[in-house]
């Protein structure tokens, strides 16, 4: 079942045309990856999606119907989640305050204490140190806690932007094993990643993003046999 629909979508900024005319799609349990270069399109996809950025033209479809008018808030409440780029968390809360303003939309405190064991499970260092500052934690405990975070709203649709960026490979294969489980678990991932052998390891699909446009698509597994995605992003 087809969960997200993006419909010639085109993003500018000012003169800039960011996103060109991009199409493709997200099904209930699939983990979708975007690849392609620094400034390819990728995070500003994401971010479109999310109803921080407004299209030009196109559409964006979720559960078949169009949210490009919709606010970022009530995007969240219909469940779609996104962990952005960097982490962006909050460095003077502890780790369960941090967890507990990703269930902002919420308001059953059972569901939400729930969700906030079902992260501890998947994640057992943020329960360890779910009273520490978030600021003290390592960048591998912070990514891990950024995810967390976007999971406490409960999502349909977990939007990931480089969640590799600036690990240690140990902390990234771990990062992907953590992605996988979330996945299992039913939620569908839409990963952006620089990394593209991670990526494509672990996605059921892959589109490859050039300067706003994609250029090829297909399952994962021949996305990544295919010559010049090796030669490009596969060195």
Same mark, same amino acid.
Request: charged share 15%.
């Given at each position: 079942m087809e969960l997200l629909h993006v419909d010639c979508l085109h993003v500018a900024y000012g003169a800039i045309r960011a996103i060109q005319g991009i199409s493709f799609s997200v099904d209930a349990g699939e983990i979708?990856?975007?690849?392609?270069a620094n400034g390819a399109?990728?995070?500003t996809t994401l971010r479109t999606i999310s109803g921080?950025?407004?299209p030009s033209r196109g559409d964006i479809l979720y559960q078949g119907n169009s949210i490009i008018r919709t606010s970022p808030e009530q995007i969240v409440r219909l469940g779609i989640s996104q962990v952005p780029e960097g982490r962006h968390i909050?460095?003077?809360?502890?780790v369960r305050e941090n967890l507990e303003m990703g269930a902002y939309t919420r308001h059953d405190k059972r569901e939400i204490e729930a969700s906030m064991q079902r992260i501890f499970k998947s994640f057992p260092r943020l329960e360890e140190r779910q009273d520490q500052l978030s600021g003290t934690l390592s960048g591998g405990e912070q990514q891990m806690l950024a995810m967390g975070r976007g999971l406490m709203s409960s999502p349909r649709l977990l939007l990931l932007d480089e969640p590799s960026m600036g690990l240690a490979p140990i902390l990234v294969d771990e990062i992907f094993a953590i992605i996988q489980s979330i996945n299992a678990q039913g939620t569908s991932i839409l990963l952006v990643e620089q *990394?593209?052998?991670?990526?494509?390891?672990i996605a059921h699909r892959a589109y490859v993003l050039e300067t706003g446009r994609i250029v090829l698509?297909?399952?994962?597994?021949?996305?990544?046999? *295919?010559p010049q995605v090796r030669e490009a992003y596969l060195g």
């Open positions: 979708v990856t975007l690849i392609g399109g990728k995070s921080l950025l407004r909050f460095s003077t809360l502890t *990394n593209a052998a991670m990526a494509l390891s698509e297909g399952d994962a597994q021949s996305v990544l046999r *295919n």
